[in-house]
């Protein structure tokens, strides 16, 4: 709510024009502070055969200002591709693998709004698009179906190929969103570290992701895992939930894998020794959950470019599951429908090469009028079916209610 009230009564004149008009932009929360980027002067559209080529392109180049920097995100299935991981003929969306801009402004919204900028003049389109429901949500599976892959994967751990796997559902309707709208509502009531929006010409994301997967400064390095749900209720605290977690044998066990799992993906880019976990089984709350969270810090070897950086840190093990490799292969075996966006990371790369990247949960995908939300929970050898079935929807439920 603080966030949120620091921007939305502020009246700029720039700034509602931009809402209201049709042209690009993405916001993304810094801190306690807001970034918006528009007036992209390149927008490269990542493939399988040109996201090498554009992640080796910033070793040489120098970061000067706000606008020296590409900003967009990567897709689940170009990852994948990536890591040589082989994908299974699935229903597909024909959405885009990835997309980075260049932005040629950037603003910043915190006690004051501050614009630099490269371009003189700017003009804009007025188009406001309201909200339209033209379908209700529905789920792309049932509890039956569900517990059926539940009942393979949990036959899986039990013969040891993996020790925990994500389970992905997907909820859709038809849909119209006025993305700004529905982002600035969704800062309102749950506002994650990793937030951000796109706005383009033919979609857009609206997200609250809370995990920062890769954040990289020199030759420092850092990850966040995520690993432990809690619904709140009106007698839960923060202190409650972390008694709760630390007492539960099921979220002990995932944290312990995914953090040891992050460490690992570390330590293949990291100097030896260098990998140290410095916040080990925090809490974090959100509006609707608390998420049981560690922090690792690593010092990069030399030599490392990005793109090794990339192919050892994403996809997210968080998200995936623990081993990440041969659970990637599972799961792509199983799974019917492309991934999209969810899983994938959103995030800039600098100039210099500094990076920052989340894991894309918690977020709506509207392309070609369809609204689509992606969560997963988590399965170990102890796991209940009907506890992760009902753990899916609790995540999706904050993003849901912005169509009410």
Same mark, same amino acid.
């Given at each position: 709510?603080?966030?949120?009230?620091?921007?939305? #009564?502020?009246?700029? #004149?720039?700034?509602?024009?931009?809402?209201? &008009?049709?042209?690009?932009?993405?916001?993304?929360?810094?801190?306690?502070?807001?970034?918006?980027?528009?007036?992209? &002067?390149?927008?490269?559209?990542?493939?399988?055969?040109?996201?090498?080529?554009?992640?080796?392109?910033?070793?040489?180049?120098?970061?000067?200002?706000?606008?020296?920097?590409?900003?967009?995100?990567?897709?689940?299935?170009?990852?994948?591709?990536?890591? %040589?991981?082989?994908?299974?003929?699935?229903?597909?969306?024909?959405?885009?693998?990835?997309?980075?801009?260049?932005?040629?402004?950037?603003?910043?919204?915190?006690?004051?709004?501050?614009?630099?900028?490269?371009?003189?003049?700017?003009?804009?389109?007025?188009?406001?698009?309201?909200?339209?429901?033209? &379908?209700?949500?529905?789920?792309?599976?049932?509890?039956?179906?569900?517990?059926?892959?539940?009942?393979?994967?949990?036959?899986?751990?039990?013969?040891?190929?993996?020790?925990?796997?994500?389970?992905?559902?997907?909820?859709?309707?038809?849909?119209?969103?006025?993305?700004?709208?529905?982002?600035?509502?969704?800062?309102?009531?749950?506002?994650?570290?990793?937030?951000?929006?796109?706005?383009?010409?033919?979609? &857009?994301?609206?997200?609250?992701?809370?995990? /920062?997967?890769?954040?990289?400064?020199?030759?420092?390095?850092? /990850?966040?895992? =995520?690993?432990?749900?809690?619904?709140?209720?009106?007698?839960?605290?923060?202190?409650?939930?972390?008694?709760?977690?630390? %007492?539960?044998?099921?979220?002990?066990?995932?944290?312990?894998?995914?953090?040891?799992?992050?460490?690992?993906?570390?330590?293949?880019?990291?100097?030896?020794?260098?990998?140290?976990?410095?916040?080990?089984?925090?809490?974090?709350?959100?509006?609707?959950?608390?998420?049981?969270?560690?922090?690792?810090?690593?010092?990069?070897?030399? %030599?490392?470019?990005?793109?090794?950086?990339?192919?050892?840190?994403? #996809?997210?093990?968080?998200? =995936?599951?623990?081993?990440?490799?041969?659970?990637?292969?599972?799961?792509?075996?199983?799974?019917?429908?492309?991934?999209?966006?969810? /899983?994938?990371?959103?995030?800039?790369?600098?100039?210099?090469?500094?990076?920052?990247?989340?894991?894309?949960?918690?977020?709506?995908?509207?392309?070609?009028?369809?609204?689509?939300?992606?969560?997963?929970?988590?399965?170990?050898?102890?796991?209940?079916?009907?506890?992760?079935?009902?753990?899916?929807?609790?995540?999706?439920?904050?993003?849901?209610?912005?169509?009410?």
């Amino acid at each position: 709510m603080k966030d949120y009230k620091k921007h939305k #009564p502020k009246f700029s #004149p720039y700034l509602e024009n931009l809402y209201q &008009s049709d042209k690009p932009m993405i916001i993304y929360k810094f801190g306690n502070k807001y970034k918006i980027f528009t007036d992209f &002067s390149k927008k490269i559209i990542l493939n399988n055969a040109n996201i090498e080529r554009f992640l080796n392109s910033f070793s040489n180049k120098r970061y000067l200002k706000e606008q020296d920097l590409y900003i967009g995100f990567f897709g689940y299935e170009i990852l994948c591709n990536l890591s %040589n991981i082989k994908l299974r003929d699935q229903k597909k969306t024909n959405f885009y693998k990835g997309v980075f801009y260049k932005p040629e402004t950037v603003i910043t919204i915190s006690n004051k709004i501050k614009i630099a900028s490269n371009v003189k003049k700017n003009k804009f389109n007025y188009k406001f698009n309201p909200t339209k429901i033209l &379908s209700p949500f529905k789920i792309n599976t049932d509890f039956n179906k569900y517990k059926k892959i539940f009942n393979l994967f949990s036959k899986k751990i039990k013969e040891g190929e993996t020790y925990q796997i994500k389970i992905c559902t997907k909820y859709k309707n038809n849909s119209v969103i006025n993305p700004v709208n529905f982002f600035w509502k969704l800062m309102k009531t749950n506002s994650s570290p990793e937030s951000f929006m796109i706005r383009d010409k033919d979609y &857009s994301i609206v997200s609250c992701s809370p995990e /920062t997967l890769i954040e990289k400064k020199g030759l420092k390095l850092k /990850t966040k895992p =995520i690993a432990g749900t809690l619904k709140k209720n009106s007698k839960l605290n923060k202190l409650k939930a972390l008694n709760f977690f630390k %007492n539960n044998n099921k979220e002990t066990k995932e944290h312990n894998m995914i953090v040891d799992m992050e460490r690992n993906d570390l330590s293949r880019i990291c100097k030896p020794g260098s990998v140290k976990l410095f916040k080990q089984k925090t809490v974090e709350e959100y509006k609707d959950l608390f998420h049981y969270v560690s922090l690792i810090k690593g010092r990069l070897k030399k %030599n490392v470019q990005n793109i090794d950086i990339i192919k050892a840190m994403m #996809p997210g093990g968080s998200v =995936i599951g623990c081993p990440k490799i041969s659970t990637l292969r599972l799961l792509n075996k199983q799974e019917k429908e492309d991934r999209n966006i969810y /899983t994938g990371s959103f995030g800039y790369i600098k100039f210099n090469g500094d990076m920052r990247f989340n894991i894309i949960i918690r977020s709506i995908l509207n392309f070609k009028n369809i609204s689509e939300i992606s969560v997963a929970s988590g399965v170990v050898i102890d796991s209940n079916a009907q506890h992760e079935f009902n753990e899916n929807y609790i995540k999706a439920k904050a993003l849901i209610d912005l169509f009410k």
